[in-house]
């Protein structure tokens, strides 16, 4: 069966560090990977998503990048937070546009 | 463009319906509905596509009318379980440029009392 593993699950940073956050999949190929961030109270917003290795597609202009190195694995990065990325960061993944998302647990990211 | 969602908080007590919709000035291919408990991710309830279908989750289901490009989640005697706040998301096409992708809903947040 399908997992999606997400980490860490909360992070504190300062505003102006760098950030990491990883998702991966296992138990399917080629999956279509999405990063979501939900502020508080707030519903999901779309950063990013990937249909395949090394292909990424932004939404949201800012400071946030993504990346796809391998198959499975979806990476959310920023070179200097800011205060206003805290949030609630949910990596996603589906086999196709006919099939529901599968969340991983989240990533609750407070900038400090 | 995001769905609108209505309304935006319902509370009920256990045993009581409702009835939340959702509804898209674009057209839709796809409609789907989840449910978050405060704190954890989205789980995934249902998908409708394209073609005014029906679907049922036990005392869940909910209805997708395409040429209203709306869609409706119906919870009956709701259950304490049942509280949380569900979120439509929708495509406007089955592929393409889209790859699927969702935009969600405001939210609609439910609390069922005993």
């Known amino acids: 069966s399908q997992t999606i593993h997400q980490w860490p699950a909360t992070l504190v940073q300062p505003v102006g560090s760098p950030l990491s956050l990883e998702c991966t999949v296992e138990?399917?190929?080629?999956?279509?990977l999405y990063w979501y961030r939900q502020a508080a109270g707030r519903g999901l917003q779309l950063l990013f998503y990937s249909v395949g290795i090394g292909q990424i597609s932004s939404e949201v202009p800012q400071n946030l990048s993504a990346s796809r190195p391998q198959d499975r694995q979806f990476i959310l990065s920023s070179k200097k937070l800011l205060l206003s990325d805290s949030g609630f960061y949910l990596c996603?993944?589906?086999?196709?546009?006919?099939?529901?998302?599968?969340f991983g647990s989240g990533t609750r990211l407070t900038v400090v | 463009q995001q769905p609108v969602q209505s309304p935006q908080a319902v509370i009920l007590r256990e045993g009581e319906d409702a009835v939340i919709n959702c509804s898209s000035s674009?057209?839709?291919?796809?409609v789907h509905w989840y449910r978050q408990k405060h704190g954890e991710a989205p789980v995934f309830l249902m998908i409708?596509?394209?073609?005014?279908e029906q679907k049922g989750h036990e005392k869940i289901s909910a209805s997708f009318n395409e040429k209203k490009q709306q869609s409706s989640l119906y919870l009956t005697a709701s259950q304490l379980s049942y509280s949380g706040t569900y979120f439509c998301?929708?495509?406007?096409?089955?592929?393409?440029?889209?790859?699927?992708?969702?935009?969600f809903g405001q939210g609609t947040i439910l609390t069922v009392h005993p």
């Open positions: 996603a993944w589906s086999e196709w546009t006919a099939y529901g998302y599968t």
């Open positions: 674009k057209a839709l291919y796809s």
């Open positions: 998301g929708s495509t406007n096409n089955a592929g393409g440029t889209s790859y699927g992708k969702l935009t």
């Open positions: 138990g399917t190929s080629n999956p279509n």
């Open positions: 409708l596509l394209k073609g005014g």
